[in-house]
């Protein structure tokens, strides 16, 4: 991605050059849809270099050292719920892979996982609301304790579709583990269980997250400015 302007001239706010707007096949992804056609990373104080990518962040809003004792602390919540019992938990792709990954093998507890992939939004900029299953579970989840493991819960349409289509699977129990909540956000009274950190209304990348398939693989969470509309 080319850069433009210097951190100078925008008052410490790299503009990144929005081949975003040309391309949009490129940002098919759902973190492109919600945001504008540009996008600003600030440039930290003490620039900081994100692991495989050359792009500072502004910021770092959850260390993976917090990230490490809350998924831990969720864990032992998880293990101290379904004593005894056995878990099935059900990654929604991509976002929560990691934080499933990690999750999991903190349980201390008989488990076993899936996946869903599902695309949340249409082509516009907001939320259309629709959501489509792009890949189902591979297995019936009829009678077995199931946590809906997501990445961040933000409007809650998604949740909220995928709680009705697997409330109707007659699992024996559903709950909702979900590392990020941005409560700000919601369109869906709904909620998670298990939630790592409430956030606010900022768009966020790393353990997992995304801006249009990159910073999936960032240990920690960080801001990402949009300084078009303020928020996302
Ligand atoms: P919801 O349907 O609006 O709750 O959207 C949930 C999905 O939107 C998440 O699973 C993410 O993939 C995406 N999302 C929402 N907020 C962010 C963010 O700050 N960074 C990256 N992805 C986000």
Redesign the pocket.
């Known amino acids: 991605m080319r850069l433009e302007g210097d951190s100078s001239s925008l008052g410490g706010v790299v503009c990144l050059s929005a081949i975003e707007r040309d391309a949009p096949a490129l940002f098919g992804a759902?973190?492109y849809d919600r945001v504008s056609d540009r996008i600003a990373i600030a440039v930290p104080r003490k620039r900081e270099r994100m692991a495989g990518t050359t792009v500072a962040a502004r910021k770092v809003l959850i260390r993976r050292t917090e990230i490490e004792k809350r998924v831990r602390a969720v864990a032992r919540q998880i293990t101290r719920d379904f004593k005894g019992e056995r878990v099935h938990l059900i990654g929604?792709l991509k976002?929560a892979c990691i934080f499933l990954s990690d999750l999991v093998r903190e349980i201390d507890l008989e488990s076993s996982i899936d996946f869903i992939a599902v695309s949340?939004y249409g082509r516009g900029k907001e939320?259309s609301g629709q959501v489509r299953v792009l890949k189902d579970l591979d297995s019936s989840i009829a009678g077995l304790n199931v946590i809906l493991v997501?990445?961040?819960?933000?409007?809650?349409?998604?949740?909220s579709y995928l709680l009705r289509v697997l409330r109707q699977r007659r699992p024996k129990t559903l709950r909702v583990a979900a590392l990020l909540d941005?409560p700000s956000r919601r369109l869906k009274p709904v909620e998670a269980n298990y939630v790592g950190f409430k956030i606010p209304n900022e768009?966020?990348?790393g353990y997992g997250?995304?801006y249009a398939e990159r910073y999936r693989n960032l240990k920690d969470v960080y801001v990402l400015q949009l300084p078009q509309d303020g928020t996302h």
């Open positions: 759902r973190a929604v976002g949340s939320s997501e990445d961040i819960l933000d409007t809650g349409l998604t949740l941005k768009f966020v990348v997250l995304d």
